[in-house]
């Protein structure tokens, strides 16, 4: 699959050039392990609001008929399944178009951060993107 022989060089370098404040790969913990690690060891007390779910097309239906797999709670084990960049929040969307730019793929601004007490918190509105498996990016973003 693509996402997962991708290489994250420009989305490295774009971190420092757009002022990422932590980023992490999303593999073993899943999206909700991986955002609760780096919730925990922010400077602020904050929590990172999920907004959005971008998962590999027909993804969800696998979620739904194998429950212990976790995709939709976010906590399935992902191999090279992108990344988890928080930036600051004027600072995301042009992150996202420049990575795009040089790319090629698409990438999602996923969620907020928000004065809290170091939790990861799934929106009660949180909606689930099914990408097409042929151009993935599974690179995700907090804007702070």
């Not at 757009?18 to 602020?44: C, I, K, P, Y």
């Not at 971008?54 to 797999?69: H, K």
């Not at 996202?96 to 996923?110: F, K, V």
Request: contains cysteine; aromatic residues 8%; charged residues 20%.
């Amino acid at each position: 699959m693509y996402s997962m022989t991708r290489l994250n060089r420009n989305a490295a370098r774009l971190m420092h050039q757009f002022s990422a404040h932590a980023a992490t790969d999303v593999t073993g913990f899943g999206l909700f392990g991986h955002a609760e690690n780096l919730v925990r060891n922010q400077h602020n007390s904050v929590n990172f609001v999920i907004h959005n779910l971008p998962i590999i097309a027909n993804m969800a239906v696998v979620s739904r008929t194998f429950p212990g797999f976790g995709l939709l709670q976010g906590n399935s084990a992902e191999s090279s399944g992108g990344l988890l960049v928080c930036l600051p929040r004027d600072r995301a969307a042009g992150y996202i178009e420049e990575l795009r730019r040089l790319d090629g793929t698409p990438a999602w601004i996923i969620g907020t951060v928000e004065e809290g007490d170091r939790r990861v918190v799934w929106s009660e509105k949180m909606r689930v993107i099914e990408v097409p498996s042929g151009d993935e990016d599974l690179t995700a973003f907090c804007g702070i």
